[in-house]
């Protein structure tokens, strides 16, 4: 019997991604102090391996590389190896893919990166193979060719380690920073504009394949529709429509796929993210909010009830993500044969979810419903109402088929900054289809969070998991906390979300705002210095913190009358806005947050008895509607704490004993209305 190995240092750590490696052969460290002042005392290159862990193709090279003991070897022979969860440390991922785009002009992950001691990179990919492949050497041959590189060239190295620096330095600074002040609203339309260009108008989305979900993009076309740009609104919901209908949805179990490999939104990569499923969640709740269309709602329900099922942590906070990979397989999990969906639901069912014989990817079926159900039914011999009942009826057998299988894995760490946008999406789905179950796994998550990942001096920390916790909090982890709190308030209308929103904006400000006035940091002033203090200044698949940020602050500010942090949500902007419109879809929080600092902002008060029905009837108008520049305050009348954290509030009182609101712009407010049609027509 074969004696299983020890497990390498990576054993101690929480990161589900670096356990995955805690028995390869490879003498891998965490990023940390011991695995650099090993290279320097030794003088030996540093192997970064980054990844996370619903990756398909970091498992691909973790077999075919990291768990061969020949190719091993090699790495401890010549490399000090060093593997980072990406998910844990934003910052080295984006220091050193910023590196790897200069090097090859592309990025992913796995990212490989060969650093000298000093931390300059020198070389870098992304995936290598075991073996020679035509365009790409293998991973031995790679790894032995920078050894040799370090033997004979070592200077080289360094001297190409420094510039790279340099220049990673130089795409942290601010990207054509404005002077003063803000653009007008032409650099809003261009940035529309460009989109436009950029618009499949068949299967929606921008680009050709593949496809990202962009909700933050999404969410500025809504804005655009409420300025009145001709289109915008079209192109969110034919998005939005193409995406609920595609692969890229899960037809069975709701959420989101990461993202589609076609252009139709047909074949996924089949990981689920939280951030994701939380911004997507939002968007179509937005959407309904907008068209009062029932297809976005349900798409909205299936979204936040997968999160529900599949990502909460028994005591509230949310986990990352789930695997692509089930059985060693890429989205087996997920997909069907013809045979199979037959004997289940049968044929009418099988063609509705878009299944063939022979199969619509590698000769198995991804779930799609492209089809209109009229089609379906013409073709299958049916009534559209029968095939709509036998498509009910098979649904919860074939998911209770599927709970059957052997599951993807489940990346169980809790972000913050993850959980903060899973709130916010939570709270705000609960509030405007009043879903109790929502609002209370918002609640439930913003307690664990702030109970469970906050540091000895209540520092927010990164993540969490199995009650241990990780290092300090990011300028997102922050930034998306405090917005979650900051929807909490204004769905709860408690005191103590307001107060802990302003808590986590002052320390934002504190440890992370540039000291010259150019936004903020990445990274806090008591964070570990490394190559570069980085800015993270692009919307990526979540939203920069930088971003969200600026909408955060300038929400406080307005909400509460301090126009400092006011001032410090527009500074956040400053880095970024000589280039917004040049690259709409690299900038769609900033985008919005540009679009709430131009717009006429809307200050809400409501005063009135908590649990009385015509407070609670005003208050379901203002969240019933589309307003993502509005701020909204609520108490009882005579409520001094109330009013003295939310001058919006002062000499506010009811009419006749009834529930009362109050539409104001810079405190200055229309006349008082207690029925909630007068407020819709204030809030038109």
């Known amino acids: ?111 490989t ?61 601010p990207l054509g920073a404005e002077a003063d002040g803000l653009p007008d609203e032409a650099v809003l339309r261009e940035a529309f504009e460009g989109l436009r260009q950029a618009f499949d108008a068949t299967w929606g989305g921008f680009g050709q394949a593949p496809k990202f979900p962009q909700p933050m993009t999404l969410e500025f076309l809504l804005r655009c529709h409420l300025r009145g740009f001709e289109g915008a609104l079209g192109m969110a919901e ?87 990979d089930s059985e060693g397989v890429e989205g087996k999990f997920f997909v069907w044969s013809f045979d199979e969906l037959v004997g289940i639901g049968g044929v009418p069912v099988a063609r509705w979810l878009g299944a063939t014989p022979r199969g619509n990817w590698e000769g198995t079926n991804v779930l799609w419903t492209p089809r209109p159900p009229e089609a379906v039914a013409e073709e299958s011999g049916v009534s559209v109402e029968d095939l709509q009942a036998q498509v009910r009826a098979a649904v919860p057998r074939l998911l209770q088929a599927r709970e059957a299988r052997p599951h993807p894995a489940t990346d169980d760490k809790v972000l913050a900054a993850w959980n903060g946008l899973a709130i916010s999406a939570l709270a705000e789905a609960g509030r405007t289809f009043g879903e109790p179950r929502y609002l209370e796994a918002a609640l439930a998550a913003a307690e664990f969070v702030l109970g469970e990942l906050r540091g000895p001096e209540g520092r927010l920390l990164r993540a969490w ?25 204004e769905t709860t209308f408690e005191l103590r979300w307001l107060r802990e929103a302003r808590r986590l904006a002052a320390t934002m400000v504190e440890l992370f705002a540039d000291p ?41 500010g307005r909400l ?43 200050e809400v008060a409501v005063v009135g008895r908590p649990a009385a029905a015509d407070t609670g009837a005003l208050l379901a108008q203002a969240w019933r509607t589309y307003q993502p520049n509005r701020v909204l305050a609520m108490a009882a009348p005579g409520d001094r704490d109330a009013v003295a954290e939310v001058p919006l509030l002062a000499e506010r009182a009811t009419l006749g004993g009834r529930a009362t609101a109050y539409v104001c712009e810079h405190f200055v407010c229309k006349r008082p209305v207690t029925e909630p049609e007068e407020l819709a027509a204030q809030l038109a």
């Open 113 to 173: 990166v060969f650093l000298t001691p000093e931390g300059g990179p020198f070389y870098a990919g992304t995936y290598f193979p075991k073996l020679d492949r035509p365009g790409m050497p293998s991973f031995r041959r790679v790894l032995l060719a920078v050894a040799d590189a370090w033997t004979r060239r070592r200077e080289d190295a360094r001297q190409q380690g420094a510039k790279l620096v340099e220049l990673i330095a130089g795409q942290s600074a």
């Open 1 to 111: 019997m074969q004696q299983r190995p020890e497990p390498n240092r990576l054993i101690e750590e929480t990161s589900p991604y670096l356990l995955q490696h805690a028995w390869n052969p490879v003498d891998w460290y965490p990023w940390g102090p011991e695995a650099l002042e090993r290279a320097r005392e030794e003088d030996k290159p540093i192997l970064l391996s980054v990844g996370y862990a619903a990756c398909h193709w970091c498992h691909v090279m973790a077999h075919e590389s990291f768990e061969d003991a020949e190719t091993a070897a090699v790495m401890n022979e010549h490399f000090v190896c060093v593997k980072v969860d990406r998910e844990e440390r934003p910052d080295l991922d984006g220091i050193y893919m910023d590196a790897v785009q200069a090097m090859t002009g592309q990025g992913g992950w796995p990212m």
């Open 465 to 489: 998991r199995e009650g241990r916790q990780g290092g300090p909090g990011y300028l997102d982890d922050h930034a998306c906390m405090a917005e979650a709190c900051l929807t909490l308030y």
């Open 238 to 324: 034919l998005t939005m429509d193409r995406m609920a209908t595609g692969g890229i949805f899960d037809q069975l179990g709701g959420g989101f796929h990461r993202y589609s490999t076609d252009g139709r939104w047909l074949v996924p990569h089949f990981e689920k993210m939280l951030y994701d499923n939380a911004q997507l969640l939002r968007v179509y709740t937005h959407a309904w909010q907008l068209t009062g269309a029932d297809r976005h709602r349900r798409v909205a329900g299936r979204t936040a009830d997968y999160l529900l099922r599949e990502l909460r942590h028994p005591d509230g906070g949310f986990f990352s993500s789930q695997d692509a």
């Open 516 to 556: 010259g006035g150019d936004g903020f940091y990445q990274t806090g002033a008591d964070a570990e210095r490394l190559v570069v203090r980085p800015r993270e200044l692009f919307d990526n698949a979540v939203p920069a913190g930088s971003s969200v940020a600026a909408d955060v602050l300038q929400r406080l």
């Open 560 to 602: 509460t009358g301090d126009e400092a942090l006011e001032r410090s949500g527009v500074a956040a902007l400053r880095p970024v806005l000589g280039v917004l419109a040049r690259a709409p879809t690299g900038f769609g929080h900033a985008l919005g947050a540009v679009d709430f600092a131009l717009s006429r902002v809307r």
